[in-house]
């Protein structure tokens, strides 16, 4: 579908437009610590996993139908606090966004077998709001960011329960 102009990204999320579905269930993301690298891309911050990390984190439930193994996190941010978010809700651009990105595990052996495959990687986005709560967990990566200018720095842990405000 990405290469017939769908599905494409960034995307503009239209509240409006979104249907309503009471079945959906919770999603679930393991609680567990993961070891990796943080990469500057030079467009953004990207947290990959260990290739060798004996437990990892697995994504299911919501709206998946198979359960998927955690792999990147993609770290978007701006200068400015109204920029910085990759995709815009109603037109809004968020001061920051957060993507979570998985492959399929119950049907291929890794990110790179499963990213041109159907149900093969899922992305979840969680838009940042800068506030007055610190959030313990995300402070794990946002303390290294001023030591990956120029490059990489390694994350002995981070703790998978990035929590959201609902």
């Known amino acids: ?10 995307i503009n999320v239209e509240p409006d437009k979104l249907l ?3 079945y959906l269930r919770p999603l ?5 610590k ?26 299911s439930g919501g ?7 955690f792999e990147e996190i993609y770290i978007h941010y701006g200068t400015e606090n109204s920029q910085g978010s990759e ?16 492959f399929n595990k119950e049907l291929y052996h890794n990110m790179s077998e ?9 992305g979840i986005s969680l838009m940042v709001q800068i ?4 959030n313990p967990e995300l402070r794990i990566i946002t303390s290294t960011f001023n030591k990956v200018l120029y490059r990489v720095v390694r994350i002995e842990t981070i703790d998978a329960r990035l929590r959201a405000n609902t």
């Open 87 to 102: 995709h815009h809700i109603q037109g809004y651009s968020f001061p920051g966004e957060i993507q979570l990105y998985g």
């Open 34 to 59: 993961v070891s990796g690298t943080l990469h500057n891309t030079g467009q953004s911050l990207v947290f990959r996993v260990d290739k060798d990390t004996k437990q990892h984190v697995n994504i």
């Open 28 to 32: 679930h993301i393991d609680k567990h």
């Open 1 to 10: 579908m990405c290469n017939k102009g769908r599905r494409q990204s960034p």
């Open 63 to 69: 709206p998946l139908a198979y359960r998927y193994q």
């Open 131 to 134: 506030g007055d709560t610190p």
């Open 20 to 22: 309503f579905d009471p």
């Open 114 to 122: 499963a990213q041109h495959k159907s149900q093969g990687i899922v």
